[in-house]
């Protein structure tokens, strides 16, 4: 039961975490992803595929549904964003004396500590 419940909590913090992401860029636009995949050579098209990471697989996530799919592509998700974007702060601590990209990594890493577990019981269709 304990181990469900951890499961379920950790669904909930990486779906709703960056269900916010996706909502924002559905408020904003996707501008920002698309060039920075033309000015690193890959096809603009790619930029929609941001809605795919950041509003249908962390629903997927809080409703427990191909969990272990949805933790792929929200991995996948954060690997573009670390190469794209913040490849440069690889290695670079903040003013506060955490990593620059502490988020970045906890995202990654909770996406993948899912493909592991799975969904646990308390899903729609468990993995």
Same mark, same amino acid.
Not at 8 to 23: C, E, S, T
Not at 49 to 67: D, H, N, R, T
Not at 94 to 113: N, W
């Given at each position: /039961?304990?181990?469900?419940?951890?499961?379920?909590?950790?669904?909930?913090?990486?779906?709703?975490? /960056?269900?916010?992401?996706?909502?924002?860029?559905?408020?904003?636009?996707?501008?920002?992803?698309?060039?920075?995949?033309?000015?690193?050579?890959?096809?603009?098209?790619?930029?929609?595929?941001?809605?795919?990471?950041?509003?249908? !697989?962390?629903? /997927?996530?809080?409703?427990?549904?191909?969990?272990?799919?949805?933790? !792929?592509?929200? !991995?996948?998700?954060?690997?573009?964003?670390?190469?794209?974007?913040?490849?440069?702060?690889?290695?670079?601590?903040?003013?506060?004396?955490?990593?620059?990209?502490?988020?970045?990594?906890?995202?990654?890493?909770?996406?993948?500590?899912?493909?592991?577990?799975?969904?646990?019981?308390?899903?729609?269709?468990?993995?």
């Amino acid at each position: /039961m304990q181990t469900d419940m951890g499961k379920l909590l950790l669904r909930i913090m990486l779906g709703g975490l /960056m269900l916010f992401h996706g909502i924002g860029k559905l408020s904003h636009g996707i501008d920002f992803v698309k060039g920075t995949l033309t000015a690193n050579g890959l096809p603009e098209m790619m930029a929609y595929g941001v809605y795919v990471g950041e509003i249908i !697989a962390p629903l /997927m996530l809080l409703i427990g549904f191909k969990s272990r799919i949805a933790g !792929a592509i929200i !991995a996948f998700n954060m690997i573009m964003a670390l190469f794209l974007v913040h490849s440069n702060e690889l290695l670079r601590i903040s003013d506060t004396g955490g990593l620059t990209i502490e988020l970045q990594l906890f995202y990654l890493f909770s996406s993948i500590a899912i493909i592991l577990l799975g969904s646990g019981k308390y899903a729609v269709k468990r993995d």
